[in-house]
């Protein structure tokens, strides 16, 4: 399989209707992919057979910078079984850019600030974004450290649009569930509209596979709101250069964490509520 090691299918029972909720297409048909093989839909599709899951969230690829066309490309070809999640300034973000988004299937933007060296948006850019947005009734989704998290926490307090944070809210490991930032996005799952994708895995560790301290903030993020917890592989694992997870882990992993009921509910009941699929 491109960019994800092993091949054997994952022990979990996939229910049907299961959703990938958190993955990256890079295409070298669109601006900006560069030399990038082995990352289109086409060698996603082998992976998803793989895992048994039929539903595919894809989030806008920072090789593509701003431009939505390879994230359009891609949804024409998913049809109903894919949702987006678009990357835009204020300046793109125009009404006519943004129907023709949400018609195509995008649901979201996201406001990846976690290293500043490489940002598209900024933190300054996410109240008008979400302005914006709120209407159509997305939602941003948020990749930021815990650190991050804790100065931003009265921006994120008082937006007026539900939220997505990213991998597991990139609390520091070694502190995990103790740290600040966790509590404040428990604080804000008690909203009721704020979700966490436990994703990421080989992102929140020291240990490495089978991630038992990334296994304590996920256990930790379920105890809070299960019915709000998300699964995405977050395939191509472009910051894994050197050695790519196994993606039928990763997925067992959620199985481990939550249980087959639970897990069964996260792949398949939470993103069809907040991605709107049928």
């Known amino acids: 399989m491109p960019h994800s090691a092993g091949s054997a299918a994952p022990r979990l029972a996939v229910p049907p209707g299961a959703c990938d909720a958190h993955l990256h297409i890079i295409d070298d048909r669109f601006p900006g992919a560069g030399p990038s093989p082995g990352m289109t839909l086409a060698d996603y599709r082998r992976l998803q057979r793989r895992l048994g899951v039929t539903r595919a969230v894809l989030v806008q690829a920072k090789h593509h910078g701003t ?3 390879c994230l359009l490309d891609a949804l024409a070809q998913l049809g109903e079984e894919g949702r987006g999640i678009a ?4 300046e793109q973000a125009t009404p006519a850019l943004l129907r023709t988004l949400h018609d195509a299937g995008v649901r979201g933007l996201r406001f990846s600030l976690w290293n500043p060296a490489d940002q598209l948006v900024t933190l300054a850019m996410l109240r008008p974004l979400v302005a914006r947005i709120a209407p159509l009734g997305w939602h941003a989704q948020i990749h930021m450290t815990g650190a991050q998290i804790v100065e931003a926490e009265a921006i994120l307090s008082n937006l007026p649009c539900p939220l997505v944070f990213d991998h597991m809210a990139r609390l520091p490991v070694a502190e995990g569930p103790d740290h600040a930032g966790f509590a404040v996005v428990a604080r804000l799952l008690a909203r009721g509209d704020v979700w966490v994708k436990l994703s990421g895995a080989y992102l929140n560790t020291r240990s490495g596979p089978p991630y038992a301290d990334a296994g304590r903030i996920a256990r930790a993020f379920l105890a809070e709101a299960p019915d ?25 992993l959620l199985g481990d964490w939550a249980g087959q009921a639970s897990a069964a509910r996260i ?8 991605y709107g699929f049928a």
């Open 87 to 90: 990357v835009l300034t204020p």
């Open 228 to 252: 709000r917890m998300l699964w995405g592989s977050d395939w191509p694992h472009v910051t894994e250069r050197t050695h790519k997870p196994d993606d039928a882990q990763l997925l067992d």
């Open 67 to 69: 431009d939505p066309s």
């Open 267 to 274: 792949l398949r009941d939470n993103p069809a509520q907040l």
